[in-house]
């Protein structure tokens, strides 16, 4: 029976129920939906499931390896518990069922066994999250606008990829070629990127994330950029370096900006940009424990950056505050919320003990390998591990964010409201993530069974071997060091603006002036178009009339010998010109480049 039931049916079903059904009941059986999704995954072996017809077409709704499996654990646990979260935070039950649908999507996409199914799912995911952020009214709306752009118009790349390699291949199946075909890697490249949050093509991530309520934002901080960087995989299995270092600098890119921040949630956004980017640093370099260290980190990511945003909803939840300036001295008032930002902090600064620091130190050591940066001139190179350098950049940055966010919110001056701690199911819902996060990181063979190449990992790596303990404590060091020794000139720097503010004004203006162009264009074609037609209606209705009108033109005729009632017709008819012909003909011509070049 659980071999034919693809998760996102029953997942689905259940977020029709939460519509429906009484608050408790209702996110109750939504619990037992997500956490059902993991069972699942756990108890089905490695195989092809539900082999369909869906569009037409081949299509697999289920599909289990061990990379699937991986990421639909990691989903299930961390839905379950933002589940539980999201009835203590007070959510509607109309936002958490458009959460499950969310979660019901991202499921679709992780065990899709073909490109055509991941790429329904995909765009199924992009509308559910953007209803998500709409539910909460205010600024989320206008963002909401924004993100349902960047995510249609990467998905709209990532479909014509798709359609690209089943012209080139003849199947939509993962199984049928390795990867994605070498004609559509460009636009996966792109399509994918936008929701991995590529550099410059990431402005939706902190823009988006910190506006709806504290509960959305749980689940939005995950599934989206986790499921990129999950699809990423599956279009690139054997890697690149231009994704490696491209990673890198998604790395670097996102601790310098967090850094800037002093809205909690977007200081948490910048960061999703930047761990995605060690993930993509993994899956770039290729080698198996490379590669199973981008997954692998992806697998903590979604505990400790769920969990942190969690810990952040609740001091937002009870304060009402989202300038951690105004914050301070919390952590005797809040100390089960400073316990699970602890917890959160800890393990994605890879401080040992925690699941961050096996898959961050799994990328670092095979990035020591690679020594060579081609810089596409003919017979020159420049050496160093300049992969590493951008991934210790960004640890140091990642270690420098969290003291930040840590000390304004639980450290600095005396607290001027003392807000209640964190209910009784927040705090179960975050200590349970926490202690997932600190299970994968003390017994990290548990880890390494959820990975491809378990075997080759358990022989061959030492999470905590002298060389990676050193590093740690050292990272540590300099982190401290380099926060409290460069804190004013980051408190200067705040005003720094990221491509936002150049993108999303021109998107705006250019926007509006293309669609007043497209509107002042179709109006002129009308109005040509109609007095064209009515002349001709005319014309119709009495031809002798208008014969009568063109012999007025005619030289030797007296006007003043036509018919009274002749001549006031005449001058109420209007007969098309050849301007008005010429100028419908150059509105046409028109109309129909702009739909071209659209």
């Not at 401080?351 to 390998?369: C, Q, R, Y």
């Not at 190179?381 to 990642?398: E, K, R, S």
């Amino acid at each position: 029976m659980i071999e034919s039931v693809p998760p996102f049916a029953y997942v689905l079903l259940a977020a029709f129920a939460v519509a429906i059904l009484p608050r408790l009941p209702g996110h109750l059986l939504a619990g037992l939906a997500t956490a059902a999704v993991g069972v699942q995954a756990l108890l089905l072996e490695n195989g092809t499931y539900v082999d369909t017809r869906f569009l037409g077409f081949d299509a697999v709704f289920l599909n289990v390896d061990d990379p699937a499996r991986l990421v639909a654990v990691a989903v299930s646990i961390l839905a379950t518990a933002a589940v539980v979260y999201a009835y203590e935070t007070d959510a509607t039950r109309t936002q958490t069922a458009f959460a499950m649908s969310y979660v019901a999507s991202t499921a679709g996409v992780v065990l899709a066994g073909d490109w055509l199914s991941m790429i329904f799912f995909w765009e199924l995911m992009a509308v559910t999250s953007t209803l998500l952020v709409w539910h909460h009214g205010g600024t989320a709306v206008r963002a909401g606008y924004r993100y349902a752009l960047y995510h249609g118009i990467g998905g709209t790349i990532l479909l014509a990829a798709v359609i690209v390699h089943f012209v080139e291949v003849g199947s939509f199946r993962y199984a049928a070629t390795l990867g994605i075909a070498d004609a559509a890697i460009p636009l996966a490249a792109v399509g994918i990127g936008i929701n991995c949050g590529f550099i410059f093509l990431h402005s939706w991530l902190p823009d988006t994330y910190p506006r709806p309520h504290v509960a959305a934002s749980v689940f939005l901080s995950v599934f989206t950029t986790k499921t990129a960087a999950y699809v990423m995989f599956r279009a690139f299995p054997e890697g690149g370096m231009w994704l490696a270092y491209m990673g890198g600098a998604m790395a670097v890119y996102g601790a310098f900006f967090a850094l800037l921040q002093y809205d909690p949630r977007r200081l948490l956004s910048y960061h999703i940009q930047a761990q995605v980017g060690y993930m993509l640093a993994g899956i770039g370099l290729g080698t198996e424990i490379a590669v199973a260290g981008g997954l692998a980190h992806l697998f903590n990511n979604v505990l400790y950056k769920a969990l942190l945003f969690m810990a952040v909803g609740v001091v937002v939840y009870r304060t009402g505050e989202e300038n951690i300036k105004q914050l301070g001295g919390l952590w005797n008032v809040m100390p089960l919320t400073f316990l699970a930002y602890l917890l959160g902090a800890a393990s994605i600064t890879a401080i040992p003990g925690t699941n961050g620091f096996v898959s961050k130190g799994m990328i670092l050591d095979e990035a020591h390998h690679v020594h060579t940066l081609e810089l596409g001139l003919e017979g020159t190179a420049a050496y160093g591990d300049v992969l590493w350098w951008l991934l210790i950049l960004g640890a140091i940055g990642t270690f420098m964010s969290f003291i930040k966010l840590g000390y304004y919110v639980f450290f600095h001056g005396e607290n001027t409201v003392e807000p209640a701690d964190a209910t009784i199911g927040q705090t179960v819902a975050m200590l349970t993530v926490g202690g997932f996060c600190l299970l994968y990181g003390l017994a990290p063979g548990l880890l390494f069974e959820l990975l491809p190449s378990t075997e080759l990992l358990a022989a061959e790596l030492h999470p905590y071997s002298a060389s990676h303990l050193t590093e740690s404590a050292v990272l540590l060091v300099v982190g401290l060091a380099a926060f409290f020794g460069l804190r004013g000139p980051i408190t200067r720097l705040a005003w720094l603006p990221d491509v936002d503010r150049i993108l999303f004004p021109a998107a705006f203006y250019s926007g509006r002036g293309l669609v007043w162009v497209v509107t002042e264009l179709w109006a002129a074609v009308d109005r040509a178009v109609m007095a064209t037609a009515g002349g001709a209606m005319a014309v119709g209705r009495d031809p002798g009339r208008y014969a009568y009108r063109t012999a007025q033109r005619v030289p030797g005729v007296d006007p003043d010998s036509l018919p009274a009632d002749h001549e006031a017709e005449t001058a109420r008819l209007k007969a098309p010109s050849g301007t008005s012909i010429f100028l419908l003909t150059l509105a046409l011509l028109g109309a129909l480049v702009v739909l071209v070049l659209l």
